[in-house]
């Protein structure tokens, strides 16, 4: 038995660990699921010791496994605090700035907003992260948030930038869109899936349409855009993508829940690297700037 450990079989284990699944893993990791398989079972057998247990619903940690997953963590939480430790001590306008953010934002108002902090910086290269649940700062699956948040994390820091407002949407050639009282309960509606369950329209939905129609559901606020667009049903959509989006008319006053707002995040010991810090003032500032079309004050579209 070879019981000397490698970091990358441990942070593997981790990995598998926290997904629950090799597949998930492989996400995580950026590798394909063979790798991850490859990594596990060698490891397994250099060890002498079963570290997962193969259950139908995916990978459970073994006695031994637990333990070495927990050893795991301590040293990914020492190394990822010295990473930002010195990335936070970087001083240079370049090199690759991670953000996270969300696709609703990427289908409007964040594009030209990116292409013009390129011009002022364009030693800095941008990696762009749309998946729905808020990446993980202090682990460094990105640098910096540009996210709708309803409660941020206490580790992170930053600037709210401007309620979020949502109203009901339907394609220009709708029923619904041709001016007059609308009822709601008379049309289908698009609404989101189970995995938007927390976020403020899902809420809404929940509360003020229980019994409404559904044509259909999706995972993502932007097929729900394409979808109402399409005449599939109404939506429930934030001001700043049904506003902006051609062939949509908005036919209800906007809302802005409780909480629900936009934010612009970095961690602690990131906040004062160069490229961190021009990133988030610049989109702070430039954010604030579209709080209208944010907060639903801008005129409907169509």
């Known amino acids: 038995m070879?019981?000397?450990?490698?970091?990358?079989?441990?942070?593997?284990?981790l990995?598998?660990?926290?997904?629950?699944?090799?597949?998930?893993?492989?996400?995580?990791?950026?590798?394909?699921h063979t790798t991850v398989l490859r990594r596990i079972g060698g490891f397994e057998q250099r060890l002498g010791l079963r570290l997962f247990d193969r259950l139908p619903g995916g990978y459970a940690l073994t006695a031994g496994g637990e333990e070495l997953a927990a050893a795991a963590r301590g040293m990914a939480a020492t190394v990822e605090g010295l990473e930002r430790r010195l990335t936070g001590q970087d001083l240079r306008l370049e090199g690759t700035l991670r953000v996270a953010t969300a696709d609703t934002l990427t289908a409007?108002?964040?594009?030209?907003?990116?292409?013009q902090f390129r011009e002022l910086h364009p030693g800095i290269m941008l990696e762009v992260t749309t998946a729905n649940l808020m990446a993980n700062l202090t682990r460094r699956d990105a640098d910096v948030?540009?996210?709708?948040?309803?409660?941020?994390?206490e580790t992170l820091v930053g600037r709210r930038v401007a309620g979020i407002a949502f109203a009901a949407y339907a394609a220009a050639g709708h029923p619904a869109a041709r001016g007059g009282t609308v009822d709601p309960a008379?049309?289908?509606?698009?609404?989101?899936?189970?995995?938007?369950?927390?976020?403020?329209?899902?809420?809404?939905m929940r509360?003020?349409?229980?019994?409404?129609?559904?044509?259909?559901?999706?995972?993502?606020?932007?097929?729900?855009?394409?979808a109402a667009r399409a005449g599939i049903g109404l939506a429930a959509l934030p001001c700043y993508l049904g506003d902006v989006s051609e062939g949509l008319v908005r036919i209800a006053?906007?809302?802005?829940?409780?909480?629900a707002a936009l934010w612009v995040l970095t961690h602690e010991d990131l906040r004062r690297t160069a490229r961190v810090s021009a990133f988030t003032e610049f989109m702070a500032a430039a954010l604030s700037r579209q709080r209208?079309?944010?907060e639903g004050r801008r005129p409907a579209a169509g």
């Open 186 to 204: 008379a049309h289908p509606w698009v609404a989101p899936d189970d995995s938007l369950a927390g976020t403020a329209v899902a809420r809404w």
């Open 15 to 32: 990995a598998v660990a926290e997904a629950g699944s090799l597949a998930g893993a492989a996400r995580r990791l950026g590798v394909n």
């Open 292 to 294: 209208d079309l944010l």
């Open 253 to 259: 006053t906007p809302t802005v829940p409780e909480g």
């Open 108 to 115: 409007s108002v964040l594009p030209a907003l990116l292409a």
């Open 2 to 13: 070879d019981s000397r450990l490698d970091w990358e079989d441990l942070h593997t284990v």
């Open 145 to 153: 948030a540009v996210r709708p948040v309803l409660d941020p994390p």
């Open 207 to 226: 509360r003020a349409l229980p019994e409404a129609a559904i044509a259909l559901r999706a995972d993502s606020l932007v097929e729900l855009r394409n």
